[in-house]
């Protein structure tokens, strides 16, 4: 088991949260249980699949857990996309938002290559350290 809260990839992946939750706060209210609380809910997803990938006993699970935090940063990157389409938020805004979000993808496929690769040798000293992520 592996403390989340050690890892960059987590950090960053909170922090886009935050950002969220400010930015959305400015939404239509119509879109309270729309599109403000599905893109909130990708979002939240990420951050909350690292740590519990963390917390299951094997890299295996933990390789599971960051696939399924791949898959919400690309829905919240749809959900980015539509967010500026409707005017929702600002080009700045977006851009701002979709690069924070890019840099936790690539830390996100960066840690799952890693797992893969450590998950392929032979059982020894491998473990996942902080700089990994």
């Keep these: ?9 987590w950090e960053k992946s909170r922090q886009l949260v ?4 400010k930015v959305s706060a400015k939404f ?7 599109l403000t609380s599905q893109l909130r809910r990708a979002c939240v997803s990420i951050s909350a699949n690292i740590a519990e990938g963390c917390g299951r006993g094997s890299k295996a699970e ?5 696939q399924i935090a791949l898959g919400s940063a690309s829905e919240a990157e749809c ?6 389409d409707l005017g929702y938020v600002s080009s700045e805004e977006f851009i701002r938002l979709q690069v924070n979000l890019e840099e936790v993808k690539k830390m996100l496929a960066s840690l799952e290559r890693t797992l893969k690769t450590e998950k392929n040798k032979l059982p020894a000293k491998s473990g996942i350290s902080e700089k990994d992520c």
């Design 62 to 66: 933990l390789s599971r857990y960051i």
């Design 18 to 21: 935050l950002e969220i939750y």
């Design 28 to 34: 239509p209210k119509e879109e309270m249980y729309g």
């Design 79 to 84: 959900e980015f996309l539509l967010s500026r």
């Design 1 to 9: 088991m592996q403390d989340y809260r050690k890892l960059i990839v």
